[in-house]
């Protein structure tokens, strides 16, 4: 596939760009992505990056730094010093993260480093799997029927734990939908703290994994039964867990459903133009 005619600018020597994968299907990529694969002599990836893409760097050396096989992940700072190292070493480094770099991917921390060492960058913005694997599942995060505001939020900490810089109460009143990174792990007690927060038991929760994939899975439940769901669903994460009213929008807007053959299951999920319809 060749590049459209652009004014492209090069990877060189001595270089880090820090790029965004997308969620996983490869045509997810940006443009600047896919130039990027073509020039790097080492592409460092991280574990939610699919294999598929690094096939569009066969000349580039390919170092994994992510958690695989139950060995512990490479330290941050680690990571960060070896991508120092190789830039030091003259070579076209290309950082590949998944989804969007600077949504609780590190990025920034990793670009702080290289650039306190005098390390030249280029930030390559992705689409984050909040954002794009939700689409992929049929839920757009605004739609103007049903939020004004969306709250993006980690479900786990640097220590592994329910963020407790976070304030469940008041993301539970002021954000119509919450999107949740990384929530699985934590999934008992967040949907405990919305509920207590006055969120419905009956508030609508899509959980959806590996996004965007052949392995796509989407479990629609809802914030009083969502543990239950998942232990029953086995489903694994990576998951990203939204939870509102824009989830309902799937029942009409489940594309990829409706490709395989399912018709959408209602046309007005959100019963804003039933007397419209009514009167038809
Ligand atoms: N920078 C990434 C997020 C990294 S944090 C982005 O912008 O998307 C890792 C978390 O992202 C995972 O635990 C999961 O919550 C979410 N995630 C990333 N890719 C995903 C995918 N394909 N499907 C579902 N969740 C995904």
Redesign the pocket.
Known sequence: MTLPSHDWPELAPGWVWLCGAG??DPGLLTLHALNALRQADVVVYDA?VQEAILDWAPQAEHIYAGKRGGKPSPLQRDISLRLVALAREGKRVLRL?????F???RGGEEAQTLVQNGIPIRIIPGI???IG?LAYAGIPVTHRDVNQSVTFVTGHDQSGQTPSSLDWAAIAKGSQVIVI???MKHVAQISAALIAAGRPLSEPVAV??????QDQQVLETTLGTIVDDIATSGLV????ICVGQAVLMRQVLDWQGQAAGTAPRNLDPLNRHRDAADSA
Do not use: E, Q, R
């Open positions: 969620p996983g939610l993260k998944g989804g969007d770099p949504v609780f991917g984050s799997a909040g694997g990174y990384m929530g959806v994994t590996t996004a965007t994939t994460p990576p998951a990203i």
